[in-house]
């Protein structure tokens, strides 16, 4: 018969210690994700090493338990849990149901009774038992059939404790673990012990003596401040080891039977990575295996095209534009569908193309063509040489603005969200991955035609939806518009300076070397500094420096160990720089060399216009909004985007603190209102009220206070958050926020009310009625609820930013127009506007864009716009 192995995990221990191993991640929309991450690094690793045949996640079911009837203060001490933490623990609770792996809490218990129960039984039912966790107070368990992994500072590396390892480490039995924690205490749970007892005294006497009992009847074969103290805290070593005692008589309401473990699907789990924006670990998991079956659909009518005809040609008609394949600025068009009062119509692509009436109507202003994605079907046509016109519905973007929440790739997944059948998803037509293809051309063409029969129909509902929340402009004269404005963009593309890239990549290869022959000097041999375990031999063994954490290989010299380490030794500091440098040459001057156009020599990013929750743009292949600037060897990469004409020049505009003047307008703040009407420095004068000094006595270190408070209220604000970000204690930062919101009471309304408004409307909205939605915000959770508060206070600030800087994109491309200037508006990013133009319209320029931006929208504060420009993007700044 085949072992039973039962695996149990401290979810809360193990969540914690993810949580702080790894840096503050986030995903798309906002999510910290670092300890979901961590857990499911944890979690494959422990179903990959351990095979279990049954398995659970112990909870923590909440601050009180029947240890605190017996000592009010225990677990007293501990600082309240970051909510960058708490609102991942829904996450993790959603992870482990979609791994299929059973969870479980009780009330009035800890996650360690329930372990030591459920540990119990499956050692009298004949099981092998795993307990991972990051407590050692789990060690008291262990024994012939029961090991205890017990993680380290990492997530990777842990120490498995059997009563062997406890007899070797402590020279005690596991029983006599609570004896220990009974004469010693736990600071980290508040159990006080005897005081003036350590480690070392407490195994002394236990080796001697056994137990804690066995010491106090043992007091007079003792002597001087020991006995006495043992006769002080007599009651506290007695009440210390029953507190320290797991009960493994826990009354749980789940046997062995319900927590039996078959596996899980990957499929299943890879929606939840791709919520997350797990991007290592959903290329793991998706390896492009076979897709469903498509489903069975009853047949839909339409004519395969065998000439293009003008009944086909009509104004009002649905326009599906099938770009296949993901790279679209190569533009990989399979074939046309138009759907109107004539009929259903596939048009194959070799058709369509060779057919002037065709062209005609596609580049027709005045044919109104609703469609899927307007800017990648613009694009994709340009590329073709067709100047798609007459957009006039676009069921992508009216989607997303009506929930931005909602993840779509596909036609048929809004159609699924709003009830309509017919429609195929594109995976089940093209396969994925390596096996993505085109399918034969009659099951194309009835693809494209069930997604022009799917369009059709969500335009008129979408609509209606539109005008019923009062979001209609928003997407009429905000997203329409630009969509067609960020086509040109990605079709215009950036000229990139080839060989300028590689001289930049020729320097950093030679500051490489130098760097390299630097460090080996420092080391006193040479050695592979890209290789973990050689450079964790060197650091810590060779030059002795302190490790902070191990993994399974080795030490652990991630960066932020290094960075912890920096003042130790000067190699530290040269690694650090090496990586810095070795990634700017990999990632940036060799990932850019490969997206430059081989006709056009530019780069054509993509915008992602309906991806983010606040309505941010963001861009792929390449992003150019993440170029690091930090290093000046990573500002110096804008000097190779430069002008498409020679002698023309790079234009760059950005707003200045838009969203703090953003937040000022909103909450109509006194004190952050006169700072921008008087054009003062506004971290300057945030140090003044929150320090309550002058101007003259406000310090570099209290504006650095100021600025990291200021922008962190934009972006949700939290105790823990801000201690690291200044380096300061929890209790620090909160003294900080508290003096910050009593100065500026107008903030402090503003986060009050925009969070009861939510809770009574379930969305907050931003200036140009742009939604959020947020269910979360009456959730009985205090997890979900407390992120859902934060998201609140900070999306119509960000979104309304947004908003802002859009509508200045879209006066300014009809400013260019309308005055037939030769100026071209070419990237956005972030609060900044970007235009290659000719020396002679430098002036107009001048004005014109700092009027335009300025007044895109009305605040009651002023924004403020400055700008450059010279040869390059480097020489605009």
Same mark, same amino acid.
């Given at each position: ?555 652990? !010299? %991630? ?6 380490? +920096?003042?130790?030794?000067? =190699? *530290?500091?040269? /690694?650090?720089? #090496? ?119 406000? !310090? %570099? ?6 600025? +990291?408070?200021?922008?962190? =209220? *934009?972006?949700? /604000?939290?105790? #823990? ?157």
């Amino acid at each position: 018969m085949a072992s039973k192995k039962l695996v149990l995990i401290d979810g809360n221990s193990i969540a914690y210690r993810a949580f702080f191993a790894l840096p503050l991640l986030n995903n798309d929309k906002g999510v910290h994700t670092n300890a979901i991450y961590g857990f499911t690094m944890i979690l494959m690793r422990i179903l990959e090493e351990e095979q279990p045949t049954h398995m659970l996640v112990a909870f923590d079911a909440g601050k009180t338990t029947f240890r605190h009837k017996t000592y009010s203060e225990y677990k007293g001490g501990r600082q309240k849990t970051p909510p960058e933490l708490s609102e991942q623990f829904p996450f993790i609770h959603e992870l482990l149901d979609v791994y299929k792996i059973p969870r479980y809490q009780l009330e009035n218990y800890e996650a360690d009774d329930i372990i030591g129960t459920l540990s119990k039984h499956a050692e009298k039912d004949g099981f092998d038992v795993k307990i991972i966790s990051g407590d050692k107070d789990l060690t008291q368990l262990a024994s012939e059939h029961v090991t205890i992994s017990i993680t380290k500072k990492g997530i990777t590396e842990v120490d498995s404790y059997t009563p062997e390892f406890v007899k070797e480490k402590y020279g005690l039995t596991p029983d006599q673990i609570i004896d220990m924690k009974g004469l010693m205490g736990d600071s980290s749970d508040n159990i006080p012990g005897v005081q003036g007892i350590g480690e070392k005294t407490a195994i002394k006497l236990l080796k001697e003596y056994g137990t804690v009992e066995n010491v106090l009847e043992s007091l007079d074969q003792l002597k001087g401040k020991l006995k006495e103290r043992l006769e002080t805290h007599r009651d506290d070593a007695i009440m210390s080891k029953e507190l320290a005692t797991i009960n493994r008589d826990t009354p749980i309401t789940i046997s062995l039977d319900d927590i039996l473990y078959s596996g899980y699907n990957p499929q299943e789990v890879l929606p939840v990575f791709r919520e997350l924006g797990f991007k290592t670990l959903i290329d793991k998991f998706d390896t492009g295996s076979e897709t469903d079956e498509p489903e069975e659909i009853e047949d839909l009518p339409f004519t395969a095209a065998e000439e293009i005809t003008d009944e086909m040609l009509v104004d009002d008609s649905i326009f599906v534009v099938e770009v296949w394949n993901e790279n679209y600025h190569r533009s990989d068009i399979a074939g046309f569908a138009i759907i109107n009062e004539n009929g259903r119509f596939y048009l194959p692509y070799g058709l369509a193309m060779d057919s002037d009436p065709f062209r005609k109507w596609a580049e027709d202003e005045h044919m109104r063509k609703t469609v899927f994605d307007a800017k990648r079907s613009i694009v994709a046509m340009k590329w073709k040489g067709i100047e798609l016109a007459g957009v006039d519905f676009d069921v992508l973007l009216a989607s997303y603005i009506l929930d931005a929440s909602q993840t779509v790739e596909d036609v048929a997944g809004i159609a699924k969200m709003k009830g309509i059948t017919g429609a195929k998803t594109d995976e089940s037509v093209y396969s994925k991955g390596a096996k993505r293809k085109l399918p034969e051309d009659e099951i194309l063409a009835d693809h494209l035609v069930r997604k022009g029969e799917a369009l059709s129909k969500l335009s008129k509902i979408l609509e209606k939806e539109l005008r019923e929340n009062d979001q209609y402009e928003l997407y009429h004269d905000l997203e329409m518009p630009l969509a067609i404005i960020l086509g040109k963009m990605e079709a215009i593309g950036v000229k990139v300076d080839v060989n300028k890239l590689k001289e930049m990549g020729a320097d950093l290869g030679q500051q490489l070397q130098a760097l390299e022959n630097k460090i080996h000097g420092l080391a006193g041999e040479s050695f592979n500094i890209n290789s973990p375990k050689q450079l964790g031999v060197i650091l810590f063994e060779k030059l002795g420096l302190p490790p902070v954490k191990k993994t399974k290989t080795g030490y652990s !010299t %991630s960066a932020d160990v290094l960075e912890k380490l +920096a003042d130790r030794h000067e =190699i *530290v500091e040269q /690694i650090l720089l #090496y990586r810095q440098l070795g990634k700017l040459q990999s990632t940036y001057i060799e990932g850019l060399l490969k997206v430059v156009h081989e006709d056009t020599h530019k780069v054509h990013t993509r915008f992602n216009q309906a991806l983010t929750q606040t309505g941010r743009l963001s861009s792929t292949d390449p992003n150019l909004q993440n170029i690091p600037i930090r290093l000046e060897e990573g500002r110096k990469i804008r000097e190779a985007f430069v002008p498409s004409k020679e002698g023309w020049v790079i234009f760059a505009a950005d707003y200045s603190q838009i969203e703090l003047r953003v937040l000022a307008h909103i909450a109509q703040d006194k004190n952050l209102m006169e700072a921008f009407r008087n054009d003062m420095d506004v971290h300057t004068k945030t140090a003044m009220d929150v320090f309550h000094v002058e101007m003259d006595e406000v !310090t %570099s270190n209290m504006r650095r206070q100021a600025k +990291a408070v200021n922008f962190g =209220i *934009v972006y949700g /604000i939290s105790d #823990y958050g801000l201690s690291q970000s200044l380096g300061i204690t929890r209790k620090e930062a909160a003294e900080f926020i508290s003096r910050y919101l009593e100065s500026f009471d107008g903030v402090k309304e503003y986060m009050d009310d925009i969070v009861r408004d939510a809770k009574q409307k379930g969305y907050v909205s931003t200036l140009l009625q742009r939604r959020r939605y947020l269910p979360e915000i009456t959730s009985r959770n205090f997890n979900l609820r407390s992120f859902a508060e934060r998201t609140a206070m900070n999306t119509p600030i960000q979104g309304s930013a947004a908003d802002i800087i859009k509508k200045a994109m879209i006066d300014m491309a009809r400013e260019l127009e309308e005055q037939e200037l030769q100026s071209n508006l070419l990237l956005q990013v972030h609060d900044e506007l970007i235009f290659e133009a000719p020396p002679e319209e430098i002036e107009i320029l001048k004005k014109l864009v700092p009027q335009v931006m300025e007044h895109a929208v009305e605040l009651d504060v002023p924004l403020k716009v400055d700008y450059a420009y010279g040869d390059s993007w480097y020489d605009a700044k």
